[in-house]
T-cell receptor
Framework: DAGVIQSPRHEVTEMGQEVTLRCKPI?????LFWYRQTMMRGLELLIY????????DSGMPEDRFSAKMPNASFSTLKIQPSEPRDSAVYFC??????????????FGPGTRLTVL | AQSVTQPDIHITVSEGASLELRCNYS??????LFWYVQSPGQGLQLLLK??????LVQGIKGFEAEFKRSQSSFNLRKPSVHWSDAAEYFC????????????FGAGTRLFVKA
């Protein structure tokens, strides 16, 4: 298995632009997670899906952020409009168990986002 | 409330020395416990996990962790650290009450000196 796949690996954009991050989870995994990691705030869970349904989006910072999972093999995280404070590394992860609570979460390599 | 505390933000050890990273959790039921490692520029990778049974669990890369219910701790250990172990280490608890989720600690960054 190729593991969790994220694209792009790096994204540089200007403030106000729309950014879309993509994730392909491991086949057969039921839960998908989006995390954000910064030096100041550490690792933050933004949202997670179970069986393509958003379960907990309490970590989504504000309305500028949205996430979708149209099918079991694809998810997007969109930021519109982007701001410099959104600069971070965004990780996608997937797991067999709901919320990753009883099984391993497999992380993708991350997308490093820089908003100028 | 459910929580995970890693008291040490960073630790420096000499290569070849032993290592112990501390983790304390707060959870009302029997916890599922995890240690993940993040090498620079990479995503997190599972080192080991504890669900039940023997309270001393072995993981990859020569790491082990011991679950101590009385102390609500799940400390990570390695008898002899290698330079390649320099990374950030995250302790996590799998919560199954109030919704399924994983709660991560803030992480401990390990520096290894020659």
């Amino acid at each position: 298995d190729a593991g969790v796949i994220q694209s792009p690996r790096h994204e540089v954009t200007e403030m106000g632009q729309e950014v879309t991050l993509r994730c392909k989870p491991i086949s057969g995994h039921n839960s998908l997670f989006w995390y954000r990691q910064t030096m100041m705030r550490g690792l933050e869970l933004l949202i997670y899906f179970n069986n393509n349904v958003p379960i907990d989006d309490s970590g989504m910072p504000e309305d500028r952020f949205s996430a979708k999972m149209p099918n079991a093999s694809f998810s997007t995280l969109k930021i519109q409009p982007s701001e410099p404070r959104d600069s971070a590394v965004y990780f996608c992860a997937s797991s067999l168990s709901p919320g990753g609570s009883t099984d391993t979460q497999y992380f993708g390599p991350g997308t490093r986002l820089t908003v100028l | 409330a459910q929580s995970v505390t890693q008291p040490d933000i960073h630790i420096t050890v000499s290569e070849g020395a032993s290592l112990e990273l501390r983790c304390n959790y707060s959870y009302g039921a029997t916890p599922y416990l995890f240690w993940y490692v993040q090498s620079p520029g990479q995503g997190l990778q599972l080192l080991l996990k504890y669900f039940s049974g023997d309270t001393l669990v072995q993981g990859i890369k020569g790491f082990e962790a011991e679950f101590k219910r009385s102390q609500s701790s799940f400390n990570l250990r390695k008898p002899s650290v290698h330079w390649s172990d320099a990374a950030e280490y995250f302790c996590a608890v799998g919560a199954r009450t109030g919704g399924f989720k994983t709660i991560f600690g803030a992480g401990t960054r390990l520096f290894v000196k020659a």
